[in-house]
């Protein structure tokens, strides 16, 4: 009975793979998306800013 419920889980395991391969390779394309949509703005130095008051 012990090798028919490990042979159950193995089984379910290698079921699962492809799955859990599609569900990670999903998540990062849609980080991928999420961060080539960014801008990201340069930090402007004071000396500039100063100047643009005046």
Avoid: C, G, H, W
């Avoid at 492809?18 to 394309?29: D, E, F, N, Q, S």
């Avoid at 340069?42 to 005046?54: M, T």
């Amino acid at each position: 009975m012990q090798t028919t419920i490990s042979e159950d889980s193995y089984s379910t395991a290698r079921q699962l793979r492809p799955v859990v391969i599609t569900v990670v390779a999903a998540k990062l394309a849609v980080f991928a998306l999420l961060m080539t949509t960014i801008n990201f703005q340069v930090p402007v130095p004071a000396a500039v800013e100063l100047a643009d008051i005046r």
